[in-house]
């Protein structure tokens, strides 16, 4: 029988044959997770022989990452600032950009707002990272989709933040009440054309949701479009909307920002210095 050394190399060549990146990474997570092992844990049984039933157990998992699944969703958790959440394809995973803005905002933040909107919830990443960090807030999650808005309860109940946010299902600001107001409204909405999401890579095209990648026009700014038009409606003076964007269309957005009423806008990089965040401060 094979020891876990010999299980990790041979799983590290077949993804790597199949155009896998990082695939020695992915092979010890993967391993790992079926054994119920991290990573240290996994290096100090490099020798131990495995038996057949724990093979069977990590069979699956490495023919699932062969097909392009994303090791996310298989693994079932990623850790977004400082939570553990659930994820699977009923929403996004949650990426680096999105934590970055996060960290943006509470950055940005003279103080801590008292009402805060995630639009587009998915996952209920944003909405609880915030919620956590600003423990006196009362936060508000949207998301149209069922599945999404599903996820992101279990994702509150998990973290025990489930008191602290509140879930409706909404296209953006359609189902909220007409007099809602909020010091924070942030958004990490759909913002790719169809070519762009044509164009991504196939763990992304073909196993994440497509109606959250998405958006209308040529350019994919029909959510965001939306989104700045409704929100000075539902901010308090001085209030902001945060927003994630695509890296080419601050251009054509700032126009439009501006045009919407907001006294100051400002664009914002990622973690690659290319403008993806934008700012709008009422």
Do not use: C
Not at 16 to 28: F, P, T
Not at 204 to 225: C, I, K, N, W
Not at 263 to 275: F, H, I, M, W, Y
Request: a negative charge; hydrophobic letters at 45%.
């Amino acid at each position: 029988m094979p020891t876990v050394l010999e299980i990790i190399k041979k799983t590290t060549d077949f993804l790597a044959g199949r155009g896998i990146e990082s695939a020695r990474l992915n092979a010890e997570l993967l391993v790992g997770h079926a054994l119920e092992l991290k990573r240290m844990q996994l290096y100090l049984q490099f020798e131990r022989v495995l038996a057949e039933p724990e093979l069977d157990k990590i069979r699956p998992l490495v023919r699932r990452r062969g097909q392009n699944e994303p090791l996310q969703y298989i693994l079932g958790t990623v850790e977004f600032h400082g939570l553990h959440l659930r994820v699977d394809p009923r929403a996004l995973i949650p990426r680096p950009e999105t934590e970055l803005l996060v960290d943006l905002l509470t950055r940005e933040l003279a103080g801590p707002p008292a009402r805060v909107l995630d639009l587009g919830t998915g996952s209920g990443a944003i909405a609880l990272a915030l919620a956590k960090h600003y423990p006196a807030a009362s936060v508000t999650a949207v998301d149209l989709n069922e599945g999404a808005l599903a996820l992101a309860k279990e994702n509150a109940q998990s973290t025990g933040l489930a008191e602290r946010v509140t879930f409706f299902q909404s296209n953006w600001f359609e189902q909220l009440p007409a007099d809602a107001r909020f010091g924070l409204i942030v958004a990490n909405p759909p913002y790719l054309s169809a070519a762009e999401t044509a164009a991504t890579a196939r763990e992304v095209r073909e196993f994440e949701p497509g109606a959250a990648l998405t958006s209308g026009g040529e350019e994919g700014l029909a959510d965001l479009q939306i989104i700045i038009a409704g929100a000075p409606r539902h901010l308090e003076p001085g209030g902001l909307l945060a927003v994630e964007t695509g890296i080419a269309q601050h251009a054509l957005l700032l126009p439009v920002v501006r045009a919407a009423g907001f006294a100051r806008v400002e664009s914002r990089p990622d973690l690659t210095g290319r403008d993806r965040f934008v700012l709008a401060f009422l």
